[in-house]
């Protein structure tokens, strides 16, 4: 099936720093990919997504390439700030040969703190 | 819009009561579903929904019931809550099943089973 695996955590960057956070993917078929933040106390957003081959997504200066030939879609910012500090999830979403799609799989979060 | 909101924000249970998680969105979504958020576990899937009157099961269902009556609407019951059940649930939506489409969290119920 279909499984999703992030870098564990926590990260911890001091402000301007530059963050990479791994994800890798197994799945069927041509999934697209996204990224989900939460904010403490809150509930999780969409980031950013991917949804063919060589896509790139990209919000608030973070991007992600979706690759199809390492099965990866690693989060990256170049200068951080503290208001980045969340829990960072990687999601698919894979499609069926029928059409329509399979449910959303998140990865286990990875959390991550910016301090100033 | 309000979006997805949820109620309770939390609760605290006795081991063996029952209760409904309220979700509702008004968004005019067609497909919703459940989460449960454990440490170290990420997001698990309990039930969703397609459609009113439309109602099928995730990853970890057991001990939990749902229903679609209408389009706004989808409770997740909980049967008879067990400390297993303590967790932060959470409701999302999105436009239609289509993966592409953005899923809108609600806030979060944080459960606590004793």
Known sequence: ?116 | NAGVTQTPKFQVLKTGQSMTLQCAQDMNHEYMSWYRQDPGMGLRLIHYSVGAGITDQGEVPNGYNVSRSTTEDFPLRLLSAAPSQTSVYFCASSLNRQGTYEQYFGPGTRLTVT
């Open chain 1, 1 to 116: 099936g279909n499984s999703v695996t992030q870098m564990e955590g926590p990260v911890t960057l001091s402000e301007e720093a530059f963050l990479t956070i791994n994800c890798t993917y197994t799945a069927t078929g041509y999934p697209s990919l996204f990224w989900y933040v939460q904010y403490p106390g809150e509930g999780l957003q969409l980031l950013l997504k991917a949804t063919k081959a060589d896509d790139k997504g990209s919000n608030k200066g973070f991007e992600a390439t979706y690759r199809k030939e390492t099965t990866s879609f690693h989060l990256e910012k170049g200068s951080v700030q503290v208001s980045d500090s969340a829990v960072y999830f990687c999601a698919l979403s894979g499609t069926s040969a029928q059409g329509g799609s399979e449910k959303l799989v998140f990865g286990k979060g990875t959390k991550l703190t910016v301090n100033p």
